[in-house]
């Protein structure tokens, strides 16, 4: 089978392939980094990390790029509300400047590089900031003016979207004109509900410009950053749901029209929300959990990487703890049986492998390649050393760790309750061995029988 993706532009599966034979460019969304990120959001990168290692397992060479937005990125679709740079320095007591800024930015993209290291996502190595390259916005708004595309405000330069028929064909250009009229109507300026900014005007602190001293407008900085590393057309672009609307509708937009309508991404992939309860994960409205929140439960952060995995990643998912808690005892159940295969690596399995890969390669249905996972791990055909040949084969998509897995030594006094049952089961005294099991359950291990004796394992 074909490599194959949902492509949101055109909202249909179709057939995958590269403008340069052999070579995939991405472009990622990354994070506006005035605070921690939460793990809703973590979740698009989980899911590109996928995308990235399915091309790589498919024989690509891939090359990533993502941003890291530092500046410009206002609270509402409408270009207007607090800044949110400005609003994480407010909240840390800093004062307003743009070193100030920086700083800001640094240490939390730090704390989400952090995360993603935990969750074993590979950062791209191409990762820039986007107040690096406000030289290269600058150019791309006096590009869009010197074609006709643009108007100026009282409060910044804005695209004039009446001058592109099509615009927002991603989201659907009828349903974006109907539900545009009441997400961006708040400045009166505007020639249309759904113009939007290139630059936004700020005489006290901001950048120099030809239109004054301010800041790019989100957009822009990600079309500018995309060009600039990937071409003026590369293949797959990246995100969350929630950027379908405005932001990547608005960077097709200011790139194509920048561009005499050339073609600006092949494919866009978006990943959906995680939500609690029946709300969006939002830091607005405080209703979210750090990927802390989950080790402080004990939880690792694999643990959630797997429980992603086993939805689609255009799949909404619910967050319950039960259901982590689920999904962190069916993990440990694999490690253990990955670990019991001993040390000895065989050969990988010809026919798992492709319909691992026929799994991956149809839009990266990940529940189906993990529900293969269990086949291996369970089929009494293969040896042991060929399992885990194919588990470590498998597993250079899926990134749950089992490459670093070690059999954990088990402490003396649980050895000695083990035996202590193991004696108790031999003599019949069944109510002796059955509280000693649960007082080594209480300790954080379990005791597995079989006609071979007993094995102990970490809960």
Same mark, same amino acid.
């Given at each position: 089978?074909?490599?194959?993706?949902?492509?949101?532009?055109?909202?249909?599966?179709?057939?995958?392939?590269?403008?340069?034979?052999?070579?995939?460019?991405?472009?990622?969304?990354?994070?506006?980094?005035?605070?921690?990120?939460?793990?809703?959001?973590?979740?698009?990168?989980?899911?590109?990390?996928?995308?990235?290692?399915?091309?790589?397992?498919?024989?690509?060479?891939?090359?990533?790029?993502?941003?890291?937005?530092?500046?410009?990125?206002?609270?509402?679709?409408?270009?207007?509300?607090?800044?949110?740079?400005? /609003?994480?320095?407010?909240? %840390?007591?800093? !004062?307003?400047?743009? *070193?100030?800024?920086?700083? #800001?930015?640094? +240490?939390?993209? $730090?704390?989400?590089?952090?995360?993603?290291?935990?969750?074993?996502?590979?950062?791209?190595?191409?990762?820039?900031?986007?107040?690096?390259?406000?030289?290269?916005?600058?150019?791309?708004?006096?590009?869009?003016?010197?074609?006709?595309?643009?108007?100026?405000?009282?409060?910044?330069?804005?695209?004039?979207?009446?001058?592109?028929?099509?615009?927002?064909?991603?989201?659907?250009?009828?349903?974006?004109?109907?539900?545009? /009229?009441?997400?961006?109507? %708040?400045?009166? !300026?505007?020639?249309? *509900?759904?113009?939007?900014? #290139?630059?936004? +005007?700020?005489? $006290?602190?901001?950048?120099?410009?030809?239109?004054?001293?301010?800041?790019?407008?989100?957009?822009?900085?990600?079309?500018?950053?995309?060009?600039?590393?990937?071409?003026?057309?590369?293949?797959?672009?990246?995100?969350?749901?929630?950027?379908?609307?405005?932001?990547?509708?608005?960077?097709?937009?200011?790139?194509?029209?920048?561009?005499?309508?050339?073609?600006?991404?092949?494919?866009?992939?978006?990943?959906?929300?995680?939500?609690?309860?029946?709300?969006?994960?939002?830091?607005?409205?405080?209703?979210?959990?750090?990927?802390?929140?989950?080790?402080?439960?004990?939880?690792?952060?694999?643990?959630?990487?797997?429980?992603?995995?086993?939805?689609?990643?255009?799949?909404?998912?619910?967050?319950?703890?039960?259901?982590?808690?689920?999904?962190?005892?069916?993990?440990?159940?694999?490690?253990?049986?990955?670990?019991?295969?001993?040390?000895?690596?065989?050969?990988?399995?010809?026919?798992?492998?492709?319909?691992?890969?026929?799994?991956?390669?149809?839009?990266?249905?990940?529940?189906?390649?993990?529900?293969?996972?269990?086949?291996?791990?369970?089929?009494?055909?293969?040896?042991?050393?060929?399992?885990?040949?194919?588990?470590?084969?498998?597993?250079?998509?899926?990134?749950?760790?089992?490459?670093?897995?070690?059999?954990?030594?088990?402490?003396?006094?649980?050895?000695?309750?083990?035996?202590?049952?193991?004696?108790?089961?031999?003599?019949?005294?069944?109510?002796?061995?059955?509280?000693?099991?649960?007082?080594?359950?209480?300790?954080?291990?379990?005791?597995?029988?079989?006609?071979?004796?007993?094995?102990?394992?970490?809960?």
């Amino acid at each position: 089978m074909p490599l194959q993706f949902y492509n949101t532009l055109t909202r249909k599966k179709e057939k995958f392939s590269p403008i340069n034979q052999g070579e995939v460019r991405v472009y990622t969304c990354g994070p506006t980094v005035y605070d921690y990120a939460h793990i809703g959001n973590l979740r698009a990168y989980v899911f590109a990390d996928i995308l990235e290692r399915t091309l790589k397992y498919a024989g690509y060479e891939v090359k990533r790029v993502m941003n890291i937005t530092d500046i410009g990125h206002l609270s509402s679709d409408a270009d207007s509300g607090e800044d949110k740079m400005t /609003k994480g320095l407010l909240r %840390e007591g800093k !004062e307003l400047t743009l *070193p100030n800024m920086r700083e #800001l930015a640094e +240490f939390y993209a $730090e704390k989400f590089k952090d995360d993603l290291r935990a969750l074993n996502v590979e950062i791209p190595k191409n990762i820039y900031y986007a107040s690096d390259y406000v030289k290269e916005d600058v150019e791309l708004v006096k590009k869009l003016e010197e074609k006709g595309y643009t108007y100026k405000t009282g409060d910044g330069i804005y695209f004039d979207t009446s001058k592109m028929p099509d615009y927002g064909i991603l989201w659907g250009a009828a349903r974006n004109r109907e539900e545009s /009229k009441s997400r961006i109507a %708040e400045n009166s !300026e505007k020639k249309n *509900p759904e113009d939007f900014a #290139l630059w936004k +005007f700020n005489s $006290e602190l901001g950048f120099k410009s030809p239109w004054g001293r301010g800041f790019p407008g989100w957009h822009i900085e990600c079309s500018a950053m995309g060009m600039k590393f990937l071409g003026e057309q590369f293949d797959i672009h990246t995100g969350g749901i929630d950027l379908i609307p405005t932001h990547h509708t608005n960077e097709i937009a200011q790139s194509e029209c920048a561009t005499d309508k050339k073609p600006f991404v092949k494919f866009w992939l978006h990943s959906e929300f995680v939500d609690t309860g029946s709300e969006k994960m939002s830091k607005s409205k405080g209703n979210f959990l750090k990927l802390e929140s989950l080790a402080n439960k004990n939880i690792s952060p694999l643990t959630y990487r797997f429980w992603l995995l086993m939805a689609n990643y255009h799949t909404k998912m619910n967050f319950v703890w039960e259901a982590l808690e689920g999904a962190e005892t069916a993990l440990k159940r694999l490690y253990g049986l990955y670990l019991g295969l001993g040390s000895e690596i065989g050969n990988i399995h010809g026919e798992y492998r492709n319909k691992f890969k026929e799994y991956l390669e149809d839009d990266l249905d990940t529940p189906r390649a993990l529900a293969l996972l269990w086949d291996v791990a369970k089929d009494e055909n293969m040896s042991a050393a060929d399992k885990k040949a194919t588990i470590l084969d498998f597993d250079k998509v899926l990134g749950l760790g089992f490459e670093n897995l070690k059999e954990e030594e088990i402490p003396e006094k649980i050895k000695k309750l083990a035996e202590e049952r193991e004696d108790a089961r031999k003599t019949k005294n069944f109510k002796k061995s059955d509280d000693l099991r649960k007082e080594v359950n209480s300790l954080g291990y379990e005791i597995e029988d079989s006609t071979l004796g007993y094995k102990i394992n970490k809960i």
